[in-house]
Protein backbone atom coordinates (compact mmCIF):
# COMPACT_ATOMS: atom_id res chain seq x y z
CA UNK A 1 0.00 0.00 0.00
CA UNK A 2 1.43 3.71 -0.67
CA UNK A 3 2.71 5.56 1.97
CA UNK A 4 0.68 8.73 3.95
CA UNK A 5 2.39 11.64 2.61
CA UNK A 6 3.55 13.99 5.56
CA UNK A 7 2.43 16.94 4.22
CA UNK A 8 5.20 19.43 5.95
CA UNK A 9 3.91 22.54 4.28
CA UNK A 10 0.30 22.45 5.55
CA UNK A 11 2.04 22.36 9.30
CA UNK A 12 4.40 24.63 8.66
CA UNK A 13 1.75 26.96 7.53
CA UNK A 14 0.31 26.32 11.27
CA UNK A 15 3.25 26.80 12.93
CA UNK A 16 3.68 30.10 11.26
CA UNK A 17 -0.08 31.30 12.45
CA UNK A 18 1.00 30.72 15.82
CA UNK A 19 4.12 32.04 16.16
CA UNK A 20 2.13 34.94 14.19
CA UNK A 21 -0.48 35.22 17.01
CA UNK A 22 2.61 35.17 19.47
CA UNK A 23 4.65 37.95 18.07
CA UNK A 24 1.15 40.23 18.49
CA UNK A 25 0.72 39.04 21.76
CA UNK A 26 4.04 39.93 22.78
CA UNK A 27 3.56 43.23 21.14
CA UNK A 28 0.50 44.05 23.18
CA UNK A 29 1.78 43.27 26.37
CA UNK A 30 4.88 44.31 26.38
CA UNK A 31 5.72 46.54 23.64
CA UNK A 32 8.31 43.99 21.82
CA UNK A 33 8.58 43.67 18.65
CA UNK A 34 10.69 40.71 17.79
CA UNK A 35 13.22 41.19 15.53
CA UNK A 36 15.73 39.05 13.61
CA UNK A 37 19.01 40.40 11.59
CA UNK A 38 20.17 38.19 8.74
CA UNK A 39 23.90 38.07 7.56
CA UNK A 40 24.50 37.17 4.03
CA UNK A 41 27.85 37.47 2.68
CA UNK A 42 28.59 36.80 -1.07
CA UNK A 43 26.73 36.43 -4.17
CA UNK A 44 25.65 32.82 -3.84
CA UNK A 45 22.51 32.75 -5.60
CA UNK A 46 20.69 29.66 -3.25
CA UNK A 47 21.57 31.76 0.10
CA UNK A 48 20.36 34.80 -1.59
CA UNK A 49 16.83 33.11 -2.05
CA UNK A 50 16.83 31.30 1.32
CA UNK A 51 17.39 34.97 2.93
CA UNK A 52 14.72 36.42 0.87
CA UNK A 53 12.36 33.59 1.74
CA UNK A 54 13.05 34.07 5.71
CA UNK A 55 12.70 38.13 4.88
CA UNK A 56 9.47 37.26 3.48
CA UNK A 57 8.07 34.80 6.44
CA UNK A 58 9.38 37.44 9.16
CA UNK A 59 7.51 39.68 7.41
CA UNK A 60 4.14 37.85 6.92
CA UNK A 61 4.37 37.01 10.69
CA UNK A 62 4.97 40.19 11.89
CA UNK A 63 8.70 39.96 12.76
CA UNK A 64 11.06 42.77 12.23
CA UNK A 65 13.56 41.72 9.61
CA UNK A 66 16.91 43.18 9.28
CA UNK A 67 19.33 42.32 6.41
CA UNK A 68 22.87 42.68 6.10
CA UNK A 69 24.16 41.18 2.95
CA UNK A 70 27.81 42.56 2.64
CA UNK A 71 29.99 41.74 -0.36
CA UNK A 72 32.05 38.80 -1.01
CA UNK A 73 35.55 40.85 -0.10
CA UNK A 74 34.29 41.33 3.55
CA UNK A 75 37.11 40.32 6.26
CA UNK A 76 36.84 38.09 9.37
CA UNK A 77 37.29 41.50 11.02
CA UNK A 78 34.62 43.35 9.42
CA UNK A 79 32.23 40.13 9.86
CA UNK A 80 33.30 40.01 13.98
CA UNK A 81 32.31 43.74 14.24
CA UNK A 82 29.21 43.68 12.88
CA UNK A 83 28.18 40.35 14.88
CA UNK A 84 29.67 42.27 18.14
CA UNK A 85 27.44 45.32 17.04
CA UNK A 86 24.24 42.97 16.58
CA UNK A 87 25.08 41.18 19.93
CA UNK A 88 25.01 44.84 21.72
CA UNK A 89 21.50 46.38 20.11
CA UNK A 90 18.94 45.40 22.78
CA UNK A 91 16.49 45.60 19.49
CA UNK A 92 16.97 42.68 17.87
CA UNK A 93 16.74 39.47 19.39
CA UNK A 94 17.36 36.95 16.74
CA UNK A 95 20.74 36.74 14.62
CA UNK A 96 21.32 34.63 11.69
CA UNK A 97 24.38 33.82 9.57
CA UNK A 98 23.42 32.36 6.09
CA UNK A 99 26.18 29.60 5.46
CA UNK A 100 27.99 29.02 3.52
CA UNK A 101 30.30 31.98 4.27
CA UNK A 102 33.26 32.38 1.18
CA UNK A 103 36.29 30.45 1.56
CA UNK A 104 38.28 33.04 3.54
CA UNK A 105 36.11 33.13 6.27
CA UNK A 106 36.11 31.04 9.55
CA UNK A 107 32.58 29.58 9.55
CA UNK A 108 33.29 28.08 12.79
CA UNK A 109 34.94 31.63 14.41
CA UNK A 110 32.15 33.51 12.81
CA UNK A 111 29.09 31.50 14.46
CA UNK A 112 31.16 31.37 17.97
CA UNK A 113 30.59 35.07 17.73
CA UNK A 114 27.21 35.21 17.85
CA UNK A 115 25.29 35.35 21.23
CA UNK A 116 23.80 32.15 22.46
CA UNK A 117 20.93 33.94 23.71
CA UNK A 118 20.51 35.42 20.25
CA UNK A 119 21.57 32.14 18.03
CA UNK A 120 18.12 31.46 16.72
CA UNK A 121 20.02 28.70 14.85
CA UNK A 122 21.07 26.98 17.75
CA UNK A 123 24.71 26.76 16.21
CA UNK A 124 26.82 28.07 19.42
CA UNK A 125 28.64 25.79 21.16
CA UNK A 126 26.24 26.50 24.37
CA UNK A 127 23.39 26.08 22.67
CA UNK A 128 24.81 22.30 21.30
CA UNK A 129 26.05 21.91 24.66
CA UNK A 130 22.36 22.78 26.49
CA UNK A 131 20.65 20.47 23.91
CA UNK A 132 22.70 17.46 24.72
CA UNK A 133 22.12 17.80 28.47
CA UNK A 134 18.44 17.83 27.44
CA UNK A 135 17.47 21.43 28.76
CA UNK A 136 17.43 23.27 24.97
CA UNK A 137 17.03 27.25 24.94
CA UNK A 138 16.83 27.35 21.58
CA UNK A 139 16.18 24.05 18.97
CA UNK A 140 17.83 24.08 15.50
CA UNK A 141 15.46 25.03 12.64
CA UNK A 142 15.85 21.46 10.90
CA UNK A 143 15.75 18.71 13.27
CA UNK A 144 13.18 20.88 15.54
CA UNK A 145 11.13 20.79 12.41
CA UNK A 146 11.87 16.62 11.98
CA UNK A 147 10.46 16.49 15.69
CA UNK A 148 7.21 19.07 15.18
CA UNK A 149 6.15 17.08 11.62
CA UNK A 150 6.16 13.14 13.77
CA UNK A 151 4.54 15.04 16.75
CA UNK A 152 1.44 16.91 14.64
CA UNK A 153 1.21 13.45 12.73
CA UNK A 154 1.15 11.67 15.71
CA UNK A 155 3.87 9.31 15.19
CA UNK A 156 6.23 8.56 18.17
CA UNK A 157 9.77 8.20 18.66
CA UNK A 158 9.73 6.83 22.01
CA UNK A 159 10.75 3.44 21.80
CA UNK A 160 11.27 2.82 18.30
CA UNK A 161 14.34 2.35 15.91
CA UNK A 162 15.68 5.49 14.43
CA UNK A 163 18.23 5.47 11.98
CA UNK A 164 19.75 9.05 11.59
CA UNK A 165 21.75 8.85 7.72
CA UNK A 166 24.49 12.35 7.85
CA UNK A 167 26.49 13.54 11.34
CA UNK A 168 26.92 16.79 10.26
CA UNK A 169 26.68 19.53 13.25
CA UNK A 170 23.11 20.75 12.02
CA UNK A 171 21.67 18.42 11.03
CA UNK A 172 22.19 14.80 11.70
CA UNK A 173 23.56 15.05 15.33
CA UNK A 174 21.51 17.52 16.48
CA UNK A 175 18.55 15.07 15.52
CA UNK A 176 20.43 12.33 17.49
CA UNK A 177 20.99 14.16 20.03
CA UNK A 178 17.31 15.27 20.52
CA UNK A 179 15.81 11.53 19.66
CA UNK A 180 17.77 10.21 22.24
CA UNK A 181 17.10 12.46 25.38
CA UNK A 182 14.63 11.42 27.89
CA UNK A 183 12.27 13.79 27.27
CA UNK A 184 11.38 16.10 24.35
CA UNK A 185 9.47 19.71 23.53
CA UNK A 186 6.03 17.64 23.82
CA UNK A 187 7.04 15.10 26.66
CA UNK A 188 8.03 11.81 26.51
CA UNK A 189 6.65 10.38 23.63
CA UNK A 190 9.01 12.43 20.68
CA UNK A 191 12.11 11.05 22.72
CA UNK A 192 13.18 7.69 24.30
CA UNK A 193 14.54 6.18 20.34
CA UNK A 194 17.14 3.65 20.07
CA UNK A 195 19.06 5.56 17.88
CA UNK A 196 21.62 4.32 15.52
CA UNK A 197 23.97 7.48 13.20
CA UNK A 198 25.20 6.38 9.64
CA UNK A 199 27.99 8.21 7.60
CA UNK A 200 30.05 8.22 4.48
CA UNK A 201 32.13 5.78 6.64
CA UNK A 202 29.27 3.02 7.72
CA UNK A 203 29.84 -0.23 6.08
CA UNK A 204 26.96 -1.46 4.26
CA UNK A 205 24.71 1.32 5.08
CA UNK A 206 21.32 -0.58 3.57
CA UNK A 207 21.88 -3.23 6.43
CA UNK A 208 21.34 -0.11 8.46
CA UNK A 209 18.71 1.84 7.43
CA UNK A 210 16.47 -1.17 6.96
CA UNK A 211 16.50 -1.77 11.06
CA UNK A 212 14.86 1.58 11.23
CA UNK A 213 11.75 2.10 12.34
CA UNK A 214 11.86 5.83 11.66
CA UNK A 215 14.47 6.67 9.00
CA UNK A 216 15.97 10.01 8.81
CA UNK A 217 18.06 11.18 5.85
CA UNK A 218 20.09 14.15 5.38
CA UNK A 219 23.71 13.12 3.07
CA UNK A 220 22.79 15.45 -0.24
CA UNK A 221 22.91 13.04 -2.43
CA UNK A 222 19.82 12.82 -4.75
CA UNK A 223 17.74 9.70 -4.34
CA UNK A 224 20.98 7.54 -2.34
CA UNK A 225 17.81 6.01 -0.64
CA UNK A 226 16.22 3.12 -2.27
CA UNK A 227 13.11 0.73 -1.94
CA UNK A 228 15.58 -2.46 -0.83
CA UNK A 229 17.20 -0.16 1.79
CA UNK A 230 13.93 0.79 3.78
CA UNK A 231 12.08 -1.81 6.22
CA UNK A 232 8.53 -2.03 5.25
CA UNK A 233 5.85 -0.05 6.92
CA UNK A 234 9.51 2.00 7.51
CA UNK A 235 8.13 6.19 8.28
CA UNK A 236 10.65 7.84 5.91
CA UNK A 237 12.05 11.57 6.70
CA UNK A 238 14.01 12.90 3.73
CA UNK A 239 15.97 16.06 4.60
CA UNK A 240 17.86 16.34 1.01
CA UNK A 241 17.84 19.33 -0.90
CA UNK A 242 19.03 18.26 -4.37
CA UNK A 243 19.02 20.69 -6.57
CA UNK A 244 18.11 19.06 -10.15
CA UNK A 245 17.20 21.49 -13.43
CA UNK A 246 15.13 24.08 -12.15
CA UNK A 247 13.27 21.87 -9.15
CA UNK A 248 14.90 20.21 -5.92
CA UNK A 249 14.33 16.35 -5.35
CA UNK A 250 15.32 14.65 -1.80
CA UNK A 251 18.01 12.02 -0.50
CA UNK A 252 15.44 9.16 -0.70
CA UNK A 253 14.40 8.04 -4.15
CA UNK A 254 10.77 9.01 -3.34
CA UNK A 255 8.54 6.82 -6.48
CA UNK A 256 10.11 3.63 -4.95
CA UNK A 257 10.41 4.36 -1.29
CA UNK A 258 7.08 5.66 -1.19
CA UNK A 259 5.23 2.10 -2.21
CA UNK A 260 7.08 0.71 0.51
CA UNK A 261 7.27 2.51 3.37
CA UNK A 262 4.01 3.56 5.71
CA UNK A 263 4.54 7.57 5.58
CA UNK A 264 6.83 9.96 4.13
CA UNK A 265 7.92 13.46 3.06
CA UNK A 266 8.27 14.75 -0.17
CA UNK A 267 10.52 16.49 -1.52
CA UNK A 268 9.86 19.66 -2.03
CA UNK A 269 6.77 20.31 0.55
CA UNK A 270 8.59 18.28 3.42
CA UNK A 271 10.83 19.45 6.14
CA UNK A 272 12.22 22.67 3.83
CA UNK A 273 8.97 24.56 4.76
CA UNK A 274 9.49 23.63 8.44
CA UNK A 275 13.08 24.82 8.83
CA UNK A 276 11.74 28.40 8.14
CA UNK A 277 8.82 28.05 10.59
CA UNK A 278 11.18 26.99 13.75
CA UNK A 279 13.16 29.83 12.77
CA UNK A 280 10.94 32.41 13.07
CA UNK A 281 9.66 30.55 16.41
CA UNK A 282 13.27 30.92 17.78
CA UNK A 283 13.33 34.25 17.06
CA UNK A 284 9.83 34.65 18.63
CA UNK A 285 11.12 32.54 21.65
CA UNK A 286 14.53 34.66 21.62
CA UNK A 287 12.50 37.98 21.80
CA UNK A 288 10.35 36.59 25.09
CA UNK A 289 13.22 35.45 26.84
CA UNK A 290 14.62 39.60 25.90
CA UNK A 291 11.20 41.01 27.33
CA UNK A 292 11.09 39.12 30.64
CA UNK A 293 15.09 39.38 31.03
P1 LIG B 1 26.68 17.83 5.09
O1 LIG B 1 27.33 17.74 3.77
O2 LIG B 1 27.22 18.76 6.12
O3 LIG B 1 26.67 16.38 5.75
C1 LIG B 1 26.31 15.25 5.00
C2 LIG B 1 26.40 14.02 5.87
O4 LIG B 1 26.00 12.92 5.08
C3 LIG B 1 27.81 13.73 6.36
O5 LIG B 1 27.75 13.29 7.70
C4 LIG B 1 28.30 12.62 5.44
O6 LIG B 1 29.16 11.70 6.06
C5 LIG B 1 26.99 11.91 5.13
N1 LIG B 1 27.03 11.23 3.83
C6 LIG B 1 27.36 11.76 2.64
N2 LIG B 1 27.25 10.83 1.66
C7 LIG B 1 26.84 9.71 2.27
C8 LIG B 1 26.52 8.41 1.79
N3 LIG B 1 26.62 8.10 0.50
N4 LIG B 1 26.13 7.49 2.70
C9 LIG B 1 26.01 7.79 4.00
N5 LIG B 1 26.28 9.02 4.51
C10 LIG B 1 26.70 9.96 3.65
O7 LIG B 1 25.15 18.11 4.79
P2 LIG B 1 23.98 18.75 5.71
O8 LIG B 1 23.72 17.91 6.88
O9 LIG B 1 24.18 20.19 5.86
O10 LIG B 1 22.77 18.59 4.66
C11 LIG B 1 22.34 17.33 4.24
C12 LIG B 1 21.21 17.50 3.25
O11 LIG B 1 20.13 18.14 3.92
C13 LIG B 1 21.55 18.39 2.06
O12 LIG B 1 20.85 17.92 0.93
C14 LIG B 1 21.02 19.74 2.47
O13 LIG B 1 20.69 20.54 1.36
C15 LIG B 1 19.79 19.33 3.22
N6 LIG B 1 19.34 20.32 4.19
C16 LIG B 1 18.04 20.60 4.19
C17 LIG B 1 17.52 21.52 5.05
C18 LIG B 1 16.07 21.77 5.02
O14 LIG B 1 15.65 22.83 5.38
N7 LIG B 1 15.26 20.80 4.60
C19 LIG B 1 18.38 22.26 5.97
C20 LIG B 1 19.75 21.81 5.98
C21 LIG B 1 20.20 20.88 5.09
P3 LIG B 1 30.63 12.13 6.61
O15 LIG B 1 30.37 12.87 7.88
O16 LIG B 1 31.31 10.83 6.83
O17 LIG B 1 31.24 12.98 5.55
Same mark, same amino acid.
Given at each position: MAATILDGKSIAMQIRMEVAEGVLRLRETTGVVACLAAVLVGEDPASQ?? @? %?????????????? /??? #???????????????? %?????DAIHGILVQLPLPRHLEERRVLDRVDSAKDV?????????????? /?? #??????????????? /????? @????? @??VVGRSDIVGKPLVSMCLQKSGPWGDSNANATVTCAHSRTVDLASVTRRAEILMVAIGKARAITAEMVRPGAVVIDIGINREGDGICGDVDFDSVKEIASAITPVPGGIGPLTIAML?????AAAEFAASA
Open positions: VY @V %RNKEIACHKAGIES /RMF #RLPASTTMEELLGLLD %RLNQDDAFSPENVGLISQG /RP #RFLPCTPHGVMQLLH /RCGID @VAGKE @VVLQNTL
